[in-house]
Nanobody, 112 residues
């Protein structure tokens, strides 16, 4: 069992930056695949960024070049730059894929 707690969400203006953190109850980097998903109102949850056990990263086309996923020991991060209103959503940390573990989510609102 892995417990995940996200933090770092909030309200930011377009063009701004946020850094999301996901703290796990035990070491995860190099052990599990990790990812950040988001779900906007009325939409399905989508993968935003992922990182394999070997450290290979992948990003959705909508965030490529703006978001960066990284991990250290028991924490996975999502650095979000050049934020747009369409990035507004609840963001969820995932460890171990669809059948793995999920955090409770953190809200990100991009608005002027």
């Amino acid at each position: 069992q892995v417990e995940l707690v996200e933090s770092g969400g909030g309200l930011v203006q377009p063009g701004g930056s946020l850094r999301l953190s996901c703290a796990a109850s035990r070491s995860i980097v190099g052990i599990y695949s990790m990812g950040w998903y988001r779900q906007a109102p009325g939409k399905q949850r989508e993968l935003v960024a992922g990182i394999t056990r070997g450290g290979t990263t992948n990003y959705s086309d909508s965030v490529k070049g703006r978001f960066t996923i990284s991990g250290a020991k028991n924490t996975v991060y999502l650095q979000m730059n050049s934020l747009k209103p369409e990035d507004t959503a609840d963001y969820y940390c995932n460890v171990g894929g669809a059948l793995g573990f999920w955090g409770q989510g953190t809200q990100v609102t991009v608005s002027s």
